[in-house]
Each structure stands twice: as C-alpha cells, then as structure tokens.
C-alpha cells in the first residue's frame, strides 16, 4: 500500500520561503513519477514541478526561477523548496506517485493514482 504524507505548509508573508515535504512509503516499483500539484477552492488541480526516477524535472511557467523539486531516495522522501512566494500561491500543495505516468502529461492529475492527504499554504501581501 502506497502512502504518501506531506508536511511542511504554513502562513507566510510574501517573498518568504516554505519547504514542503512528502515521505513516501509502501513502494515495490524500480522506478515512479513524483509530482506536486496544488488546488485552490472553485479550481482545478494544478501540476506545479515534477520528477522522474532519473532526476528530469519539469516546472509549470508560474513557478519557474522560484521554485525546485528534489528528492531523497534514501529517506524516500520528496521536497518542495518555495521561494519568493507570492499570494497567488496560495493554494492546499498535494504530493503525487504514479510508476505510469506519460511524460507529456505530467501535470495531468488523472495520471496519478497515489497521492497525499495535502498540506496548506498561505501567503499573505
């Protein structure tokens, strides 16, 4: 069984810094997409970075320069450093697993089939 728990959210005024974190446990694949999404009430779910098994990363236009998914597969967990936030990321931040994941979908939610229970971010002008 596949879980995957996120940590890591906050309040922060804009131009600050968050890091979030997804641990990841019950994997018996050699290789999985990681992604991190976020939703904001009324909205779709949004692919914001990416990752595959042999470290390729791929990032959504509004995140780019600001943002950097990394992860640690000794301690199988996946990162999330924000930078220079702003208040149009606010928004519950969601980790994502899938060993199928078409890579020009990739910020394609319906391409994962594990994800996290989400954690909250909030940023303030």
């Known amino acids: 069984q596949v879980q995957l728990v996120e940590s890591g959210g906050g309040s922060v005024q804009a131009g600050r810094s968050l890091r979030l974190s997804c641990a990841a446990s019950?994997?018996?694949?050699?290789?999985?997409?990681m992604a991190w999404f976020r939703q904001v009430p009324g909205k779709e779910r949004e692919g914001v970075a990416s990752i595959d098994s042999d470290g390729s990363t791929r990032y959504t236009d509004s995140v780019k320069g600001r943002f950097t998914i990394s992860q640690d597969n000794a301690k199988n967990t996946l990162y999330l450093q924000m930078n220079s936030l702003k208040p149009e990321d606010t928004a519950m931040y969601y980790c994502?697993?899938?060993?199928?994941?078409?890579?020009?979908?990739?910020?394609?939610?319906?391409?994962?089939?594990?994800w996290g229970q989400g954690t909250q971010v909030t940023v303030s002008s």
């Open positions: 019950g994997y018996t694949y050699s290789s999985v997409y």
């Open positions: 994502a697993a899938d060993p199928d994941v078409r890579w020009w979908l990739v910020f394609d939610s319906e391409e994962y089939n594990y």
